[in-house]
């Protein structure tokens, strides 16, 4: 079954804590995404990935971090330094064909104790 | 920078009734448009998309909409909706040689029998 997976699917932070949620996709493409979604805002994107190894900070990169070490992995850090961090997280991807078309997971939903 | 304004927050409507989604957009370029649709605590579904070509896109589920460059606009129909239906809809915008997703603020459909 192709698809992107996310976990876990409820993660708990605790303040000062930094935590990581996962994104794999099995669907051989290059381009892979991370949105946060906050209620009455959309979706908001926090950085992209074109390629292995190469990732641009989006419009809220801020108290956030990633890695591209590998084409089907793309793990977002949400630091110590994020100070809102709870939100609803989705991962996307995109490839070659239909390279327009965004694929999304299933989301990680980020709480903060 | 292109931007995505949904003008209805909130949708309710009885079963097998019809619904519009309004969705206008600002670009001084050419876009690409999509709606997703995002069902509770779930990841984004593609809907339909415009690319260029016939302004009526037809979609899943029995959606469809039509892309109007006049007025910058890429409402969402349905002529008859079911309970399962019920879902958050998400207009979005992409520059043809970017593929970064700008994201509508999100129309809540909420079907009643």
């Known amino acids: 079954d192709g698809g992107i997976t996310q976990s876990p699917k409820y993660l708990f932070r605790k303040e000062g804590q930094n935590v990581t949620l996962s994104c794999e996709q099995n669907l051989n493409h290059d381009a892979m995404y991370w949105y946060r979604q906050d209620p009455g805002q959309g979706l908001r994107l926090i950085y992209y990935?074109?390629?292995?190894?190469?990732?641009q900070k989006g419009d809220i990169a801020e108290g956030y971090s990633v890695s591209r070490e590998k084409k089907e992995s793309f793990p977002l850090t949400v630091t110590s330094a994020q100070k809102n961090p709870t939100a609803f997280y989705l991962c996307?991807?995109?490839?070659?064909?239909?390279?327009?078309?965004?694929?999304f997971g299933p989301g990680t939903r980020l709480l903060v104790l | 920078a292109q931007s995505v304004t949904q003008l209805d927050s909130q949708v309710p409507v009885f079963e097998e009734a019809p619904v519009e989604l309004r969705c206008n957009y600002s670009s001084s370029v050419s876009v690409y448009l999509f709606w997703y649709v995002q069902y509770p605590n779930q990841g984004l579904q593609l809907l339909l998309k415009y690319l260029s070509g016939s302004t009526l896109v037809k979609g899943i589920n029995g959606f469809e909409a039509e892309f109007n460059k006049s007025q910058t606009s890429f409402h969402l129909r349905k002529p008859s909706v079911h309970i399962s239906d019920t879902a958050e809809y998400f207009c979005?915008?992409?520059?043809?040689?970017?593929?970064?997703?700008?994201f509508g603020a999100g129309t809540t459909v909420t079907v009643r029998a």
């Open positions: 996307a991807s995109r490839g070659e064909v239909l390279q327009e078309t965004q694929y």
């Open positions: 979005a915008v992409s520059l043809p040689n970017d593929y970064k997703l700008s």
């Open positions: 990935s074109q390629i292995v190894n190469d990732f």
